[in-house]
């Protein structure tokens, strides 16, 4: 049984581009959550979406956006790009909400230079 | 303001030892405390977690300890392996919360010496 899969593994970009991220869930769970990790510091959230609808976002700015498709896959896209926005980002999927027994994915590593 | 409080940041252990990881919450209205273990290039594996209506639990050589009133838990892994060696993460929820989502410590880098 497929684990919570991300794509693309490693990225880098430009100051001021933007990306998107994207994440596929374990079949079944309904919640997605989006959470950054820096280099050296636990994870924080960004992002909760749970049957679709946005349940929870974290204090990041509003270049910061996602949004869960119907078939409960995600994307998370970031504009305007900051050195500081380099990061590990982490999709968690789980099959309630809140995130009790939530599976992270291996994340994608993004370099802003 | 960081909820969750945790320490040692980094832990050397020799082989066959106990390693004991600290944390400490300030929101009263946590109600469920997860551990996490994060190896390099890998996310964060759930490991074990606990309920604060009891006082420990214990999953093979994983030990969590509740202590309510001081609003303070921690993880014990009994036996340290050099393969226990990854960064530990504690973390918390508010399960009745209008936001579902987990706040993690910083980490505790492990290091298990053979």
């Known amino acids: 049984d497929a684990g919570v899969t991300q794509s693309p593994t490693h990225l880098i970009k430009t100051r001021g581009q933007q990306v998107t991220l994207r994440c596929s869930p374990i079949s079944g769970h309904k919640s997605v959550s989006w959470y950054q990790q820096v280099l050296g510091q636990g994870p924080q959230f960004i992002f909760q979406y749970y049957e679709k609808e946005e349940r929870g976002r974290g204090n990041f700015p509003d270049r910061f956006s996602a949004r869960q498709f119907p078939n409960y896959s995600s994307e998370l896209n970031v504009n305007a790009l900051l050195l500081g926005d380099s990061a590990l980002y982490l999709c968690?999927?789980?099959?309630?909400?809140?995130?009790?027994?939530?599976?992270f994915g291996q994340g994608t590593r993004l370099t802003v230079v | 303001q960081q909820q969750v409080k945790q320490s040692p940041q980094s832990l050397i252990v020799q082989k066959g030892g106990i390693s004991i990881i600290n944390c400490a919450y300030e929101?009263?209205?946590?109600?469920?405390f997860p551990w996490y273990q994060q190896f390099p290039g890998k996310g964060p594996a759930l490991l074990i977690a606990?309920?604060?209506?009891?006082s420990e639990k214990k999953e093979g050589r994983f030990t969590i300890s509740f202590n309510k009133s001081a609003k303070q838990f921690s993880l014990h892994i009994m036996d340290s392996q050099p393969g226990d060696s990854a960064t530990y993460f504690c973390?918390?929820?508010?399960?009745?919360?209008?936001?579902?989502?987990?706040?993690f410590g910083k980490g505790t880098k492990l290091s298990v010496k053979p």
């Open positions: 968690a999927s789980s099959n309630r909400q809140p995130d009790t027994e939530a599976f």
């Open positions: 973390a918390a929820i508010d399960y009745g919360g209008s936001q579902g989502n987990l706040i």
């Open positions: 929101n009263t209205a946590f109600d469920y």
């Open positions: 606990i309920r604060p209506d009891v």
